[in-house]
């Protein structure tokens, strides 16, 4: 029986990359920028931002983006523009607290990143049972050693858990890691295609999904 669902956070548990394309675009042009396209954004998500900013616009000078992206951030967090987590989303991580499973977040946003989703007032609070980031691991996906605090923190084997992410570096840490993977392809940033078939156990169209293909294993 699986007893722990790891869930990855950004077009996983909420669609970020259609949001982060539009906060990103409002910064740049604070910072009189054209507008970045979206298929440069979707061809560099994934990588750390201030690494695809040059690519994403060319030229832009990275001090003032990386002074004024927090600003821009924080608004869009207040206004309900990011980290938006679906209602449906929320039920299935409902059903399978219901279920007898532990839920556990694995991403590789940093600790300042990720704080907000964990603060006891978050719609995550009593649903989720831990969070896993760049502030409490020691390394990042792909590396299968991202799940190594987690896996000996909680006392889970890799066997007892399926993983639930949206790139092919999720799955590649999952499998080396052996544990199972569910590729949740809602985003549309990446299609079936793009995965080493031997790393996905499933793959689902939309998150609530992942409860039959769990049921399933």
Known sequence: M???????????????EAASFELENDVLAALGRPPMSRAVHRATWGEILL????HRSPGVDLDRFAALFPIWHQRYLAEGRLDVIPPENLATLDRLVLDGRTVLLLT?????EVRHLLEPDHVLAGRVAGAYH???TRF??????????LLIETGLSPERCVYVGDSPGDALAAGGA??????CLQSGVRGLDDFDPRYVTAAVDTFP?????ISNL
């Open 178 to 183: 052996g544990i199972r993977f569910i590729a």
């Open 51 to 54: 690494d695809a900013m040059p």
């Open 209 to 213: 999904e992942i409860l039959s293909a």
């Open 134 to 136: 760049q502030g409490n």
């Open 108 to 112: 590789s946003r940093t600790e300042p």
């Open 2 to 16: 699986i007893r722990a669902v790891i869930v990855d956070v950004d077009d996983t548990l909420c669609l970020t």
């Open 140 to 149: 990042r996906k792909p590396d299968p050693r991202a799940f190594d605090e």
